[in-house]
């Protein structure tokens, strides 16, 4: 490399620095406003600034308030998939229910240490702004996971099936295809129903609906949680009970 390659790559280098620092910067001051006043109310021009930059100068990091929430969101479903994620390698060779309830107290965990990034990503929806497809993959990998964790359990051990009313036979068969073909449809169902459950659970903790309803919130949480991991299908040992009602399917 000539001396000149050699400078342009480190003016190159120095500019890839300088843009990755400032766009932290941008989504810090971002998030700092979201807790002030909530994502209804994020402003470029406020968020530029309280930065001290032209909003111009912004402008050329995200064109549009809505490229700057994508940005925000997409970030904070990964802190939480990655929180999720990293809870259940901890555990790696427990039982999958043991797994599951990991998992769960990692999700609670995680939004309440980031209550405003919660509320971001499962709070009430931000008026004028649509989350695009690029928000998806992020925002799976707590389902992504859940659904690995009973994927391992039924290639393994097997899981137990709930019988499925006939009228929502065709829903459990359509989202199996959709979601975990692998899967028998009637553990799908209700994996997509514990799914809903478990942020219904953290939407109510972080969301203050416990307030004067539960005090011990953490064995409550953890509690619900095994009771997830049953209906889903995941077999506790025989001393913990497993209710009845249920098929071994999957051995």
């Not at 939004?111 to 989350?131: C, R």
């Not at 992020?138 to 859940?146: E, F």
């Amino acid at each position: 490399m000539s001396t000149t390659q050699g400078a342009h790559a480190a003016t190159q280098g120095a500019r890839a620095r300088a843009r990755i620092e400032v766009t932290a910067a941008i989504k810090e001051e971002a998030r700092r406003q979201l807790a002030a006043q909530g994502a209804s109310k994020l402003s470029l021009r406020a968020v530029a600034r309280e930065l001290g930059m032209a909003s111009s100068a912004l402008y050329r990091y995200f064109p549009s308030r809505d490229d700057l929430l994508t940005a925000l969101i997409i970030d904070a479903y990964d802190s939480l998939g990655q929180a999720a994620e990293t809870a259940d390698a901890q555990v790696t060779g427990a039982a999958p229910a043991e797994r599951w309830i990991a998992v769960c107290a990692a999700v609670r965990d995680w939004a309440l240490a980031h209550p405003h990034e919660y509320a971001l990503i499962y709070g009430s929806p931000v008026p004028g702004y649509s989350a695009p497809a690029t928000t998806v993959p992020a925002a799976s990998r707590v389902g992504q996971l859940l659904v690995g964790i009973v994927r391992d359990a039924h290639r393994g051990k097997g899981v137990a099936q709930w019988k499925l009313p006939a009228e929502v036979t065709p829903e459990a068969e359509r989202m199996a295809a959709e979601l975990a073909p692998d899967l028998p449809p009637a553990v799908v169902a209700v994996l997509v129903a514990a799914w809903a459950q478990l942020f219904g659970l953290v939407n109510f903790e972080v969301f203050g609906q416990f307030h004067r309803v539960v005090e011990e919130r953490e064995a409550f949480f953890r509690h619900a949680a095994a009771r997830l991991a049953h209906h889903v299908g995941l077999v506790f040992p025989q001393s913990t009970g497993t209710g009845g009602g249920a098929v071994k399917a999957g051995s």
